[in-house]
């Protein structure tokens, strides 16, 4: 039987794309979704991908909306924390909830996740955690101490979880995407983005197709032996 595999913001930008490419592996794949009822539908109508609309930022609610999952779909063996938002401004500038918002959303929402899901993947000895890092948590990036702070967190969340699940079949590993075309680095000023585009060696943004296709071999049987690992999908613009 085909695995389930839940993909967290998965109705638009990097999450569609990934959403899109496990379905081509033959997994069953579920989109969920925190906020754009209407995108979630067209999604859903497009790709015949089940969505379920929970903020992975409440512990409560993600735990129950999992379990539904199981219910309703089948045990997830797959979990894909791709779910993130900024609120980017400089440290003087940033409120205390801007910076709570990112923290809960980006990095809370990876402990939740794989709170609901690693039992069961435990008792199946077999499961994919793949986090949706980012180059901004690696190198930092002014205007973004929320953020990169978040995505520093996922990186170090993993290398500590895939110890955890070694031993059970379950692999743990993060994708650290660079400037990827999507609303939310169109979201970037004009004059600021340039300025980025020009220090990525490769000349160009990255597509979301090329996120998701890292992602694939992370998900596959093939990777079963690549745990704890970081892999950089960002043009060269950092080499780590
Ligand atoms: N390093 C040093 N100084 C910088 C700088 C940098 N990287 N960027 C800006 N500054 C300087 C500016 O030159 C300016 O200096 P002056 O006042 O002397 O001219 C000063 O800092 C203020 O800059 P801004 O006018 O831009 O300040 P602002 O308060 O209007 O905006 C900001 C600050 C919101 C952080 C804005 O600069 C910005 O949006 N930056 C982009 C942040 C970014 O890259 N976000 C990524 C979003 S996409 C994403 O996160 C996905 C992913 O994983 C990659």
Redesign the pocket.
Known sequence: MAHVAVVTGGTRGIGRAICEALKEDGFTVVANYGGNDEKARAFSDETGIPVYKFDVGDHEGTMAACKKIAEEVGPIDVVVNNA?I?R???LL?MSYEEWDDVMRTNLGGCFNMAKATFEGMKGRKWGRIINIG????QAG????VN?AAA?SGIHGFTKALAQEGARYGITVNAIA????D?D??A???EN??E??VAKIPVGRLGQASEIARGVSFLASEQGAFVTGSTLSINGGQHMY
């Open positions: 993130g900024t980017d401004g400089t500038k980012s180059i901004n948590g990036q002014y205007g973004q953020y995505k995407p660079g400037y990827i999507t939310m680095v979201a970037v000023p600021v983005l300025k980025i």
